[in-house]
Nanobody, 126 residues
Framework: QVQLVESGGGLVQPGGSLRLSCAAS????????IGWFRQAPGKEREGVSC????????YYADSVKGRFTISRDNAKNTVYLQMNSLKPEDTAVYYC???????????????????WGQGTQVTVSS
């Protein structure tokens, strides 16, 4: 059974940092691309970042470029999203998603993914 579980969300002040984790079970991440998405109340789900399985290529939305870093540890079957210099507009539920990597990159649209985690809340507020 394919399962993704996000963790690491919480409340942080503007300018602070959080590291989100996405732990996979039921399959090995070695051949799967991973994406991070977020959804704020009343807004559509947007792609934040993704990482390929083949060469570790990464993609970032313009809104997070230079502040967020995606990485993967295949040995731990886990993908991370390091978020620095957080802003109030980063507040959202963050989801990780995965699909078998067929060499198409970047994968920044929700419909391109097959499996999703349950989400973790990130709130940036003073």
């Amino acid at each position: 059974q394919v399962q993704l579980v996000e963790s690491g969300g919480g409340l942080v002040q503007p300018g602070g940092s959080l590291r989100l984790s996405c732990a996979a079970s039921g399959f090995t991440l070695d051949y799967y691309a991973i994406g991070w998405f977020r959804q704020a109340p009343g807004k559509e789900r947007e792609g934040v970042s993704c990482i390929s399985s083949s060469d570790g290529s990464t993609y970032y939305a313009d809104s997070v470029k230079g502040r967020f870093t995606i990485s993967r540890d295949n040995a731990k079957n886990t993908v991370y999203l390091q978020m620095n210099s957080l802003k109030p507009e980063d507040t959202a539920v963050y989801y990780c998603a995965t699909r078998f990597d067929v060499g198409v990159f970047p994968l920044d649209r929700a419909y391109e993914y097959d499996y999703w985690g349950q989400g973790t809340q990130v709130t940036v507020s003073s």
